[in-house]
């Protein structure tokens, strides 16, 4: 009697392994790996596709995808037009978040302290070391900042959410530009390196006059302090989803050769000034067509359905007419045997 | 001579013998051969990043991926630095730790104490890490680091040795919870040492009149001398490579230190930071050859403690 039983679990699994569809993979950037991970879940209910997202970093995204490993790849930072071709890639964005900065100050309300681009690039750079200088107070006439000294944390391990502040910083500040610039990983004139949204916040917290910078959904889950910052229409916003949304409205979606979109420093008047896109990529002449059309479903699936599972998360979905447009772009753009790979299903 | 009737004594015993022995062989031969391919698939891999600064990457400490230029000076000095703080504390402390469980511990207490610092030893590092970050940094910030920063005089030595930012983490207190990390290991060890020594040896000492320190001093410790540089070695050689728990806490700034409170950076705790998002090639050339040069600064430390033992004529 057991052994029959087994045998029919077994026959049963067997079945059931055969007769769903295929599963796919993808590696590559942490920031989006939440909202991956709640899409494909909803996904194979739905669909019954299996979708394995390995949240590796950007890095390893980009060269696995490349390599042929995987799928599909995903990156925090667009790649450049030029460097997509070499590599044979296609890249759209899927999601869209932000950086906060965050401070330790006591007494400090969320979005009290304001700063601006230049000034938080002078904090960066170890020109304005004192809570209480000039430049601080002059554009927070309101409040009385302490005489405590700066300490300046940032992200020691390489990562997207640092090319969004670094880039931030680079439009803002010449000096910044010239002595730092912006990428993943940078020569940090001063400061100290924590790993990790964690790492950083927990220097902050455990620092009177720190200041740092993480992705807005992690902020906000842990109930850090954000700061408002100028934009450049010249108006004070505050980190969310409404100022993530109106930064993302403002950007110029059609005129980006190869999909390279940065939406750092829009000029809409209600944008938040360090929003980033992320970005999937895959081959733009698949060895495997079937696979790539199947991930290229369940990312359509995921902009038609997902957009709960994306603002429950603290990310804005790409606006919706541009999401008509990439999925167009896919029947033009990614090629197998001389016939488009995607096809609605 | 000798070596001629044992190689004719397994002939004559049969397959099974030199089968053994080829099964041996073949086992020290895969080890060696995968030691190799580690070294010259680092050597390989970190080969662009040699050529392209040549000598300089040992000794300068820039390390710029924007521009593309790098040196290892920085995480190389904090490597050896956290290290050799970590040790000095250890050491003394382990074999403290060892004599009283040998020496002086009642034997009902000295088991459970033993196991103890056997699990101590098998915390993971992740761990340590976490400790070290969330609570031995801010009481070190608030109540050591503090206190000495507002006491130093301006320009004075205590002020160059101890100056950096309040928060306790630096490369004093990456190097405090390497120490804790290793001093169980290095504890266990000792005990064990101290226990192969026959207790007769001891108690004649005893009974010649010896005190404990005499024979602590004179017997138990040159007794096991050769196996605790051993044992140091190794610790040292944990502490050199270990890579989560001082990432947490170290400050990872990749410049030269300016002071013992001042962030830093290990080898390891770099390539762990920069590995997974390194894009350009150059970039991951250098860290590749941070592996290499870790291993050979491993490699050195070992190769340095056999040659103390071999003069020291034990």
């Avoid at chain 1, 790539?292 to 994306?310: E, N, Q």
Wanted: aromatic content about 10%.
């Amino acid at each position: 009697m057991p052994l029959k039983l087994l045998c029919s679990i077994a026959m049963f699994v067997l079945a059931s392994t055969a007769g769903s569809a295929r599963s796919l993979s993808g590696a590559g950037a942490s920031f989006p790996a939440p909202a991956y991970a709640k899409w494909a879940e909803a996904y194979r209910a739905a669909t019954g596709v299996k979708i394995n997202y390995q949240a590796i970093g950007s890095g390893g995204g980009i060269k696995q995808v490349t390599a042929g490993t995987v799928t599909f790849g995903a990156s925090d930072k667009p790649l450049k037009p030029q460097d997509l071709a070499a590599a044979g890639l296609y890249q759209f964005p899927t999601l869209i978040g932000g950086v906060a900065p965050i401070v330790n100050l006591p007494g400090a309300a969320n979005g009290q302290v304001r700063l601006s681009g230049d000034i938080l690039a002078n904090i960066y750079l170890g020109r304005i070391r004192r809570w209480n200088a000039p430049e601080i107070a002059a554009i927070n006439p309101r409040l009385k900042l302490p005489n405590l000294p700066i300490t300046v944390v940032h992200r020691s391990d390489g990562s997207g959410t640092t090319f969004l502040f670094t880039t931030y910083l680079s439009r803002s500040s010449g000096d910044w530009q010239r002595q730092v610039g912006a990428s993943d990983a940078v020569a940090w004139p001063i400061g100290l390196g924590g790993k990790g949204n964690d790492g950083v916040s927990a220097f902050v917290r455990q620092t009177k006059g720190a200041i740092g910078y993480i992705e807005y959904s992690y902020a906000k889950q842990n109930g850090a302090t954000t700061l408002s910052l100028r934009n450049r229409s010249g108006r004070f916003t505050v980190p969310g989803m409404q100022s993530f949304a109106a930064a993302a409205a403002s950007a110029d979606w059609l005129h980006s050769p190869g999909n390279y979109m940065m939406l750092v420093d829009e000029p809409a008047a209600g944008a938040w000034p360090i929003v980033g896109a992320t970005f999937i990529l895959v081959p733009r002449r698949p060895n495997h067509p079937a696979e790539v059309r199947d991930a290229l479903r369940f990312f359509a699936w995921g902009f038609r359905h997902g957009d709960t599972i994306v603002a429950a998360l603290n990310f804005v979905p790409v606006p919706a007419p541009i999401e008509e447009l990439l999925v167009r772009q896919w029947s033009r753009l990614i090629i197998a045997d001389g016939k488009p790979v995607y096809s609605r299903w | 001579m000798a070596e001629a009737s044992a190689s004719s004594a397994i002939e004559r015993r049969g397959p099974g013998e030199a089968l053994f022995r080829f099964a041996c062989a073949g086992a020290a031969t895969l080890l060696m051969t995968a030691l190799a391919g580690v070294v010259v698939s680092l050597a390989i891999g970190g080969w662009p990043a040699f050529r392209a600064f040549g000598p300089a990457f040992l000794y300068t400490a820039t390390w710029n991926p924007v521009t593309d230029v790098y040196g290892a000076a920085g995480p190389i000095v904090g490597t050896l630095l956290t290290a050799t703080i970590a040790l000095s504390f250890a050491l003394p402390l382990a074999l403290g730790v060892a004599v009283f469980l040998v020496e002086f511990c009642p034997a009902r207490l000295a088991t459970p104490i033993g196991i103890a610092i056997e699990l101590l030893a098998g915390i993971p590092s992740i761990v340590y890490g976490m400790w070290g970050l969330f609570v031995l940094a801010p009481w070190f910030a608030a109540y050591i680091q503090m206190p000495i920063a507002l006491s130093a005089e301006a320009g004075s030595w205590a002020d160059t040795v101890f100056s950096g930012t309040p928060n306790g983490a630096n490369i004093f207190t990456a190097a405090l919870v390497l120490a804790v990390m290793i001093l169980p290991y290095m504890a266990a060890v000792f005990r064990e040492l101290f226990l192969t020594i026959p207790p007769h040896v001891r108690e004649a000492a005893y009974g010649l009149g010896c005190t404990s320190l005499e024979v602590v001093h004179s017997i138990t410790i040159p007794s096991v001398r050769r196996s605790i540089v051993g044992v140091v070695m190794l610790g040292l050689g944990r502490a050199l490579g270990e890579t989560m728990a001082v990432t947490f806490i170290i400050g990872n700034s990749h410049s030269l230190p300016r002071s013992l409170f001042d962030g830093g950076a290990t080898i390891a705790s770099t390539i762990a930071n920069e590995f997974t998002e390194a894009t350009g090639a150059l970039h991951e050339a250098s860290l590749v050859a941070l592996g290499l040069i870790l291993f050979l600064i491993t490699f050195g430390v070992l190769a340095i403690a056999r040659a103390l033992l071999r003069s020291t004529d034990l």
